[in-house]
């Protein structure tokens, strides 16, 4: 019977557990509520975990603590979504119990599921039952109230699964929106993965390899020459030593070559020895260039030397940069390249490009604000399923401020940035910019991915969808008219209608579009731009 687990058990545990949230991921994504293509649930707890992984990974140690500190810290950076963001918490949680023991047992476990709930509840500003949080509260629970008969982890876990996969199937009574889709939630069988994971890890089961995304999706579009300037403290070896060795002694050998090569790895870093006989190029960064050129002579003569001081070329970089800082920045996440390019004409400092089903991790928008050269950064987060991992970010950062604009839409975020002005404080651009959200009625035109009945619609998989914020309110088989009756039921006397079209509607459709909205609605202004956004057809601003 399994009674503890050590450190190299744990990691074993949550390798496995990754590997069966890969492997689930698509059908998690298909139970997004609302039948759009970019229903990213699975994905982004999957992305979370690889990213957990990445960390655990690294970790060279087998001892509980620093396996428990790993696996938290790569969550935490790696959190993507809502549903990344909650699991990263209940991850920390019960990590932070796991990580005080030398080996785990059942009442130590418990208490970590306790922990993981109430760090994810915390989380949320306003939590919602029959949601990922229902699910880890109930699992608590249980596992509380049966601990004590349960020494043994191959008796207490299955228990513990069974009342979790209870829990998801009880989420649709207590969320109506999923009762009427007629789907458990996504979060919650995503977080069963991970407790299943575990156990089957625990009994010795093996969960088929997954293909291992790249976590590599998205990128901070915008940085300067300031790009390295978070690193310029960090230089171990402040001497950039070039030559050649020309010339080479008749008992010159490529042994000799070789062993210049192992001596300067001793001496440094960034080391280069390419060449032959007759001719070889060095490069090391070092702090005893005398020592590289001594060693160098004993192969043949030194031609074309440079020695850089890269201590003093970074001084100069981090007085340019003091210099140029200014007190307020922003950031944007973005979709399409007219998007990207119509919020850097809004002076947005950094863009961060997201793809289908790839939205940034809370280390990536981090990254990107660190990249700001500002005091003050105000980050549009532009989905609502990313403002979590915003707000995430603002733990990874420790030398400026970031103020989450909770922006839910692309739209939105345009307005945000509108509302900036440089004369004013940061607390009076964040009040301006949160107030400027109210100005514009958004509405969204994309395709169903799936059957389903939804708020009074008979939907099947290719029509096309209206949505704004909270619901379908339109649907239909052409893009064009579907666009139109979402205008017709979000407008209610607004005078400027604005278009982004996004990446699979012709330019000509969206002229055609905008002059039977001029002709239908004369007393307004009608604009069009180009989006390039995947999955939706039309961004609609109304103002």
């Known amino acids: 019977m399994q009674k503890t687990i050590n450190g190299a058990m744990l990691k074993s545990m949550i390798l496995t557990a990754a590997k069966l949230l890969e492997v689930n991921r698509v ?41 428990a500190e ?17 699991l990263s918490q209940v991850i920390r949680g019960m990590c932070t119990i796991l990580k005080k023991n030398e080996e785990i047992d059942t009442k130590i476990f418990v208490h970590a599921l306790k922990n993981g709930a109430e760090i994810a509840y915390g989380a949320v500003s306003k939590p919602k039952e029959g949601t990922m949080l229902t699910v ?22 299955p228990e513990v699964i069974a009342a979790g996969n209870k829990a998801v199937d009880l989420t649709p009574s207590l969320l109506p929106v999923l ?29 088929t390899e997954p293909t291992v995304q790249s976590e590599d999706t998205s990128s901070a579009d915008t940085l300067m020459e300031h790009a390295d300037i978070m690193s310029l403290g960090d230089i171990e070896f402040a001497y950039c030593t070039e030559f050649f060795i020309i010339n080479l002694n008749k008992k010159t050998t490529t042994a000799d070559i070789e062993r210049l090569r192992e001596t300067l790895m001793t001496m440094g870093d960034s080391v280069i020895v390419i060449g032959d006989l007759e001719f070889v190029k060095v490069h090391v960064h070092t702090n005893q260039p005398g020592k590289a050129l001594t060693e160098a002579l004993k192969l043949g003569e030194l031609d074309r030397l440079k020695i850089e001081n890269m201590l003093e070329q970074n001084r100069e970089l981090m007085k340019k940069y003091e210099a140029e800082k200014k007190d307020m920045g922003m950031m944007s996440i973005s979709a399409g390249d007219g998007i990207t390019s119509i919020f850097k004409d809004l002076m947005v400092d950094a863009v961060i490009e997201g793809g289908q089903s790839m939205n940034p991790s809370a280390n990536d928008i981090a990254n990107a ?21 915003a707000e995430q970010a603002k733990s990874l950062v420790d030398n400026k401020k970031i103020h989450v604009i909770p922006t839910k839409n692309i739209p939105q975020g345009f307005a945000a940035a509108l509302a900036f002005n440089p004369e004013l404080s940061a607390e009076e651009n964040k009040t301006n910019m949160v107030h400027a959200l109210d100005s514009v009625t958004v509405g969204q035109v994309t395709y169903a991915v799936r059957n389903t009945k939804l708020y009074g619609f008979d939907l099947k998989v290719g029509d096309i969808m209206g ?19 979402l205008i017709e039921r979000l407008r209610s006397g607004e005078e400027i209608i604005t278009l982004y079209y996004g990446q699979d509607v012709k330019e000509e459709d ?19 731009h180009y989006g ?11 103002e």
Do not use: W
């Open 369 to 389: 604000v660190s990249r700001i050269n500002a005091e003050n950064v105000f980050v549009f987060p532009n989905n609502k399923n990313i403002i979590l991992a």
């Open 510 to 528: 969206a002229i055609a579009l905008q002059e039977a909205l001029m002709e239908r609605y004369p007393e307004c202004d009608v604009e069009i």
């Open 136 to 157: 880890a509260r109930m699992v608590a629970e249980h596992a509380q109230s049966i601990r004590v008969k349960h020494k043994d982890f191959e008796t207490l876990l």
């Open 27 to 67: 059908s998690i994504d298909a139970l997004n509520v609302f039948p759009v293509p970019d229903g990213d649930t699975g994905t982004n707890m999957s992305l979370t975990m690889q990213s957990a992984v990445k960390e655990l990974v690294a970790c060279r140690s087998n001892k509980v603590a620093d396996i």
């Open 532 to 542: 390039g956004q995947p999955i939706y057809y039309y961004y609609i601003a109304l």
């Open 179 to 207: 009762k009427k889709a007629g789907v458990v939630d996504a979060g919650g069988k995503g977080l069963m993965c991970l407790y299943e994971g575990m156990y089957k890890a625990l009994m010795g089961e093996s969960v």
């Open 70 to 86: 790993a696996i938290s810290k790569g969550a935490l950076k790696g959190a993507r979504g809502n549903s990344g963001v909650i």
């Open 467 to 485: 949505l704004d914020n909270k619901k379908i309110l339109a649907k239909g088989n052409d893009v064009t008219q579907v666009t139109i009756d």
